[in-house]
């Protein structure tokens, strides 16, 4: 079969928010007020360790690639995650969250929380990033052009719903909006950029539904353990 065109190929990338897991059952009673406190630090503590992981999954990437441009591109997300020198970064701005829902820091680092699902599925996507090339890592990162909804989607209706926790614990997805915008301009470009036939073309789908398949996942198991 032919290789889409560019517009074609980006198209299909973007079909698979379909997927995403702003639909799934647990976010949607979230976003609708439907969860107890306990559920929602249950939530906060698990994702949490993904938030850790992160960094991790990015230096892989920048281990697995010779590109010196595209490395002095990719480093800036560590430090979105990590922090640096004038950015307190996403796992500072994560505690935070924390503290507003009632995790103690120590509650969060410790991830006595973390469920078997959800570290097995993190870890799997750790592993992913170490093992393949990395040009399909990058493109595995792509769940992040359906993310700023799903952040817009909280800010807007946290504050309505749970009152009980202090909006300045929820400065993490007001700061994700334009990061995740920005991250998403490259990946997709090494993406299509690197898979231009079309077996390498369904080869992304594969992968861009491999990182959708994890952050659903990492809900059902959640859902399961806060009921």
Known sequence: MPAWDRAEFEAQLRARGAGYHIHHPFNTRMNSGLLGPEQIRGWVANRFYYQVNIPRKDAAILANCPDRATRRLWVRRILDHDGGEDNEGGIEAWLRLGAAVGLAADDLWSHR??????????????????????????????????APRIHKD????????????????????????ALAERDVEHGLRVTLDHFTTRAQQERALEILQF????????????????P
């Open 113 to 146: 929380h973390v469920i078997p699902g959800v570290r097995f599925a993190v870890d799997a996507y750790v592993n992913f990033a170490r093992q393949v090339p990395w040009q399909e890592a990058v493109c595995s990162s792509l769940t992040e052009m359906f």
């Open 154 to 177: 909280r800010l807007a209706n946290w504050p309505l719903h749970y009152g009980w926790i202090d909006a300045d614990g929820l400065q993490y997805f007001r700061s994700r909006i």
């Open 211 to 226: 990182k959708l398949d994890i952050l659903w996942a990492m809900l059902d198991a959640i859902d399961r353990a806060y």
